[in-house]
């Protein structure tokens, strides 16, 4: 599994737009699939998007399709979650994992070690 690091989190007025970066320290080499969840307070950690680098066709839970874009860039060792007309309720701690074939995305449970750091995003006025 290729180790990840979250980045590009902070504050955000509603309407706005974030991009998040998730970086491969390692590079990414031939496929790779990505999964973002995020945990917003008070809530369960929830999946938001899958991608893979050789589609980068993504998949998005209904609560965020037509706002967020994921994208894989092989190029800069990256996938990238582009967070537009954001809303209150997008606040939260963002993740993302190595996930072959979007299995984490489609309900495989993910070991407590496989988590990173995340990265905040806070989304009010």
């Known amino acids: 599994q290729v180790q990840l690091v979250e980045s590009g989190g902070g504050w955000a007025q509603p309407g706005g737009s974030l991009r998040l970066s998730c970086t491969a320290s390692?590079?990414?080499?031939?496929?790779?699939?990505v999964t973002w969840f995020r945990q917003s307070p008070g809530k369960k950690r929830e999946r938001i998007s899958c991608?893979?680098?050789?589609?980068?066709?993504?998949v998005y839970v209904d609560s965020v399709k037509d706002r967020f874009f994921a994208f894989v860039d092989k190029n800069l060792n990256a996938a990238f979650l582009q967070m537009d007309k954001l809303q209150p309720d997008d606040t939260g701690v963002y993740y993302c994992?190595?996930?072959?074939?979007?299995?984490?995305?489609?309900?495989?449970?993910?070991?407590?070690?496989?988590w990173g750091q995340g990265t905040a995003v806070n989304v009010s006025s």
């Open positions: 390692g590079g990414i080499q031939g496929y790779i699939a």
């Open positions: 994992l190595d996930d072959p074939g979007c299995g984490y995305y489609q309900g495989t449970l993910v070991d407590d070690s496989a």
């Open positions: 991608v893979s680098s050789n589609t980068n066709r993504p």
